[in-house]
């Protein structure tokens, strides 16, 4: 592969919402190289990272009733028990989460881990700790939505704003229906995405396992299989 198309498969797309700052960073880098070159330098290299940044390439997602994947690039934080926030009136009971952490470099655009239809959408105002603290799912600004499969299961996926992250961007509304892998939304610079999985699904991914969206198998529905095991070498 030559290097101008390996450049391009890492910044071609780019996703609508970000060409306004793919392009405020591009006059501050022209005006920063008019002051002094070496400025305009530092300024074009920030702008090809926000352009990066904002990039939504394609994705071959597994298609099978039972499958869920991954709403986020990045890498597992955090897989725990716990109650899901109050307003996606999801379970009182513990449900297993699973965080996924995206930092600066990975893309933000998130995907529909299942496919079905949107019965929640809330969305809370909050604060902006670091996205990869457990109490930031309690405190920090987030956007909550339900997914429920034709088979009835419900899934809860939460986006949490992080340090650097100040906005939320969402794709939908409730009411519509979603296929699995389907671009539902985006959080700017830097975040977590929780999934709720329903009771008795298991995940298949560990913690600091890799992450991309819209093709990495969460967990499978389908499977009777006891909670898998990691270890790090």
């Excluded at 392009?23 to 290299?45: D, E, K, Q, R, T």
């Excluded at 996205?131 to 930031?136: F, G, S």
């Amino acid at each position: 592969m030559s290097l101008v198309a390996s450049i391009r498969r890492q910044f071609v797309p780019i996703h609508r919402e970000g060409w306004p700052f793919v392009g405020g960073f591009a006059v501050v880098a022209l005006m920063l190289g008019y002051a002094w070159s070496p400025l305009g330098w530092i300024g074009w290299i920030l702008t090809a990272w926000c352009a990066y940044f904002f990039r939504d390439p394609p994705r071959t997602v597994p298609v099978r009733e039972g499958l869920v994947i991954s709403p986020a690039d990045g890498r597992i934080s955090m897989i725990v028990s716990c109650v899901p926030p109050p307003e996606l009136e999801l379970s009182d009971t513990p449900l297993t989460r699973v965080s996924v952490f995206m930092n600066v470099f990975d893309c933000h655009v998130n995907r529909a881990p299942v496919a079905g239809r949107v019965v929640t959408l809330a969305y809370r105002p909050g604060l902006f700790l670091n996205a990869e603290l457990d109490k930031a799912s309690d405190d920090n600004e987030r956007n909550g939505l339900v997914i429920e499969t034709i088979g009835g299961a419900r899934y809860g996926v939460v986006q949490i704003a992080g340090l650097v992250a100040r906005r939320i961007v969402p794709f939908i509304a409730r009411g519509d229906s979603l296929d699995v892998g389907e671009r539902f939304g985006l959080i700017r610079f830097g975040s977590r995405v929780d999934v709720y999985l329903p009771e008795g699904v298991q995940p298949l991914v560990g913690v600091g396992q890799k992450m991309i969206a819209g093709e990495t198998v969460l967990a499978d529905a389908r499977a009777a299989d006891p909670a898998r095991s990691y270890r790090t070498y």
